[in-house]
């Protein structure tokens, strides 16, 4: 089993529509949990980071934290083509573990 | 100006050839790591750093080694380059104060024939 698990895709949605991306994760240690942004030929960049259960918001973007179900899960709300991307989860029981990531397309 | 560096950008090299990655960050920070990322396979840590004497091997260290030549400067040797170790390899630093927070260079595209 792989320790970050995302599906790969793609996912499409309309533009402005609300796109879901979802990460489960095996360690129950994990305390730190971060979803990176990365467009095709360039390097990640973090957007998003939650350390305890709930939702928090930043913007468009809203992250999810289930620590019970070893769930963590990106909103990005009103969907702009801007945002066609791969999405990195990203959990840190030690060191930062990635996911394969999710690649999602905003169609205009 | 980049605040961290990663020189080649693009690598293509012979089965069995010695090859260095370098990475330089102007950002000050302690903490400095590489990673290769393969399709489908995400983004894999191979050795880090979190100051000049400290070094530590991350998940796939095999075939890898490193040097901290100074607080800005971490380079990644590949002994005996094989064709696995095709990948697009990225270099990214932390600050010791939030170390969550990692920051990456643009990656350097390696191909192995």
């Known amino acids: 089993q792989k320790e970050v698990e995302q599906n790969s895709g793609p996912l499409s949605v309309p533009e402005g529509a609300i796109a879901s991306l979802n990460c489960t994760y095996s360690?129950?240690?994990?305390?730190?949990f971060f979803w990176y942004r990365q467009y095709s030929g360039k390097s990640p960049e973090l957007i998003m980071s939650?350390?305890?259960?709930g939702d928090k918001e930043d913007g468009r973007f809203t992250a999810q934290l289930n620590k019970a179900s070893q769930y963590v899960s990106l909103l990005i709300r009103d969907s702009q083509p801007s945002d066609s991307a791969t999405y990195l989860c990203a959990v840190k029981p030690r060191q930062l573990t990635f996911g394969s990531g999710t690649q999602l397309t905003v169609l205009p | 100006d980049a605040d961290v560096t990663q020189t080649p950008r693009n690598r293509i090299t012979k089965t069995g050839k010695r090859i260095m990655l370098e990475c330089s960050q102007t950002?000050?920070?302690?903490?400095m790591y590489w990673y290769r990322q393969d399709p489908g396979l995400g983004l894999r840590l191979i050795y880090y750093?979190?100051?000049?004497?400290?070094?530590n091997k991350g998940e796939i260290s095999d075939g890898y080694s490193v040097s901290r030549q100074a607080q800005a400067k971490f380079s990644l040797s590949l002994e005996s380059a094989i064709p696995n170790q095709t990948a697009l390899y990225f270099c990214?630093?932390?600050?010791?104060?939030?170390?969550?927070?990692?920051?990456f260079g643009p990656g350097t595209r390696l191909t192995v024939l």
């Open positions: 360690d129950r240690g994990s305390q730190s």
């Open positions: 990214a630093t932390s600050p010791t104060g939030n170390a969550d927070t990692q920051y």
């Open positions: 939650i350390y305890s259960n």
């Open positions: 950002k000050g920070h302690d903490r």
């Open positions: 750093s979190f100051d000049v004497k400290d070094i």
